[in-house]
C-alpha cells in the first residue's frame, strides 16, 4: 500500500525554466507535507513544507501547491538551475503520533544547462 | 552543532556478522529516527525515539535489529546476523516539535 506516491522517475527540464514535481498521496490523515531533495551518497535535505489547512507555500525559487480534495500536490522551482539536480522526494506525516515520514519513491531531476 | 552526525559512513561486513551504527541528533532535538533506504526506494520508517524512549517500531524492524538512545542523546542501531537483503543506507534524522525531520548523511551498508 503505497501511501504517497511520485509517478514520474524522472525529469528533464532546461536551464531557466520552470520545474515541476507531482505528488499523490492516499492517506487522508496527513497534515503535513514536505519536500526533500537527495544528492547521491548523502542524506535528504529539507527544502520546503506545507500544512494541510494550507493552498501555498513559496520559499525563494520554491514553492509547493496542495490540492487537498485531489490529494495532489506539486514542487514548483523557478528558476531551475544545474544545482537543482539531484532526486526530490515527496513525504507526509500526521501529526498523532511519531510524526514518522511516508516517503514516495522520488523524481530524478536533470536540469540541462 | 551543524546537524546530524552519523558513523560510520560507509560498513562492509560479511554475512552473519553483526554491525552497529551510531548516530548524534541535532543537540536540541528530542525526536530521533532511524530509516532505511534500498536503490529506487524513498527512506522507509524503522523506528522513533522521544528523548530516551523508543516510542514506535516499524515492522520492517526484525527481532535482529535492536535500537538505543540512552540518555536521550545520541543513538545506536544494532543489526545481529546480518544478511544480504540488510545492504542499504541507514539513515538518521531528528526533529523539534512537530517539524519535518532533519537528517544525517547515513551509513551504507554492504553485506557481503
Known amino acids: 500500500d503505497q501511501q504517497v506516491k511520485q509517478n514520474s522517475p524522472s525529469l528533464s527540464v532546461q536551464e531557466g525554466r520552470i520545474s515541476i514535481l507531482n505528488c499523490d498521496y492516499t492517506n487522508s490523515m496527513f497534515d503535513y507535507f514536505l519536500w526533500y531533495k537527495k544528492y547521491p551518497a548523502e542524506g535528504p535535505t529539507f527544502l520546503i513544507s506545507?500544512?494541510?489547512?494550507?493552498d501555498k507555500n513559496e520559499d525563494g525559487r520554491f514553492t509547493v501547491f496542495l490540492n487537498k480534495s485531489a490529494k495532489h500536490l506539486s514542487l514548483h522551482i523557478v528558476p531551475s538551475q544545474p544545482g537543482d539536480s539531484a532526486v526530490y522526494f515527496c513525504?507526509?506525516?500526521?501529526?498523532?503520533?511519531?510524526?514518522?515520514?511516508?516517503f514516495g519513491k522520488g523524481t530524478k531531476l536533470s536540469v540541462i544547462p | 552543532d551543524t546537524g546530524v552526525s552519523q558513523d560510520p559512513r560507509h560498513k562492509i561486513t560479511k554475512r552473519g556478522q553483526n554491525v552497529t551504527f551510531r548516530c548524534d541528533p541535532i543537540?536540541?532535538?528530542?525526536?530521533l529516527y532511524w530509516y532505511r533506504q534500498t536503490l529506487g526506494q524513498g527512506p522507509e520508517f524503522l523506528t522513533y525515539f522521544q528523548n530516551e524512549a523508543q516510542l514506535e517500531k516499524s515492522r520492517l524492524l526484525s527481532d535482529r535489529f535492536s535500537a538505543e538512545r540512552p540518555k536521550g542523546s545520541f543513538s545506536t542501531l544494532e543489526i545481529q546476523r546480518t544478511e544480504q537483503g540488510d545492504s542499504a543506507m541507514y539513515l538518521c534524522?531528528?526533529?523539534?516539535?512537530?517539524?519535518?525531520?532533519?537528517f544525517g548523511q547515513g551509513t551504507r551498508l554492504t553485506v557481503v
Open positions: 513525504a507526509g506525516y500526521s501529526g498523532a503520533g511519531s510524526y514518522q515520514l511516508t
Open positions: 543537540s536540541e532535538h528530542n525526536r
Open positions: 534524522a531528528s526533529s523539534q516539535f512537530s517539524h519535518g525531520a532533519f
Open positions: 506545507i500544512s494541510s489547512i494550507k
